[in-house]
């Protein structure tokens, strides 16, 4: 009877290591994040609570049941993400532990999609999280989204995860040294009684025109993406036009590299597009990642485009107005 006990816990013990070599992936329903628990013998409330170190008053609820009923072996649960049991950023307790958890990439999806759907984490902390070096994806590649905070002495998911969160992601932005103009240096003198200096005449500032100056060199008006857009154009097609309302999203792209992007609605991703500031004429070639997520703050919208690129089209924060011209294949 003995040794029939310790076959079955063994295979308890190997049955739970397995499940931990598999990845954890958040599932969202009605804009809640959870993950998906199966019931396991003489497992309780508490028990799993214990596991995801989250509160069976919240669990019972959230799977709309009591505490008080019983769980079935094999029942789904949906284990509520919380600030007790979700990171997203910061660090971990003391006692705590992270355990990484994972989106898994689907067609159109992009970064600033997934980002959207789990708590508008920015593009640029997934791909610090996940070691990305640019922002093309792989449908059915598993990406980190956050982790799962659980107890180092009460949950078996401890084992193997990690006590400090990786750090956030550092946008780089390049700042210019300003040119002092000639004949403002102060030179020293070792003189002391010095006759008053003359008030100088104030002059009205001189108006400033804006100049298209993001732009790196090398990639020429428009970007690095404009014999892409040549290319296109020149293999034939039906040439699109569509203007609307445009809003930015933020990229590390086109600072430096003169690599546009943007997201929209019903082209085809790695198309190149035209886009056209409708009041001063300026214009960038930018590539489509995938759609334009479906929430709330963008209806309405033709476009989001790179926050690079929108600096280059000289727009304002909000939304404004585009012309955007492809060759649909």
């Known amino acids: 009877m003995k040794k029939c006990f310790l076959f079955v816990f063994s295979l308890m013990l190997m049955g739970l290591a397995i499940a931990q070599q598999k990845p954890m992936i958040i599932q969202q329903e009605g804009g809640k994040l959870f993950l998906r628990h199966s019931v396991a013998p003489k497992e309780n409330w508490y028990s799993i609570g214990r596991i995801y170190n989250a509160s069976p008053k919240e669990m019972a609820p959230f799977n709309n049941t009591s505490i008080d009923k019983g769980l079935a072996i094999g029942q789904s649960l949906k284990i509520p993400l919380t600030t007790t049991n979700f990171l997203q950023s910061g660090q971990p307790a003391s006692d705590e532990v992270l355990v990484p958890l994972y989106h898994t990439v689907h067609d159109k999806d992009n970064l600033y999609r997934i980002g959207q759907m789990y708590n508008k984490v920015p593009p640029e902390q997934i791909k610090s999280w996940n070691k990305l070096s640019g922002e093309e994806l792989t449908n059915g590649r598993n990406l980190i989204v956050g982790y799962l905070k659980v107890k180092k002495e009460l949950s078996p998911l401890a084992k193997g995860g990690q006590t400090v ?8 932005t390049e700042t ?3 040119d002092k103009p ?12 010095l006759p008053p200096a003359k008030p100088a005449e104030t002059k009205p500032p001189a108006k400033v025109e804006p100049t298209q100056t993001t732009t790196p060199s090398g990639f020429g008006v428009g970007g690095a993406f404009k014999s892409l857009y040549d290319e296109q154009t020149k293999s034939g097609g039906n040439v699109q036009n569509m203007s609307g309302k445009g809003a930015a999203f933020k990229s590390t792209s086109g600072w430096k ?3 546009y992007y943007v997201l929209m609605n019903k082209v085809q991703p790695s198309t190149v597009v035209k886009i056209t500031n409708s009041v001063n004429g300026k214009f960038v070639y930018a590539k489509v990642l995938g759609e334009i997520p479906p929430i709330k703050e963008n209806e309405g919208l033709l476009v989001r485009i790179s926050n690079a690129a929108t600096t280059e089209l000289l727009f304002d924060e909000g939304s404004y107005q585009v012309e955007i011209t492809w060759t649909k294949q």
Request: proline fraction near 19%; avoid cysteine.
């Open 176 to 178: 210019k040294p300003v």
């Open 182 to 193: 000639a004949g403002t240096e102060v030179k020293p003198t070792e003189k002391k009684d």
């Open 257 to 259: 590299d003169g690599k």
């Open 165 to 172: 969160a990786p750090p956030p992601a550092v946008v780089k």
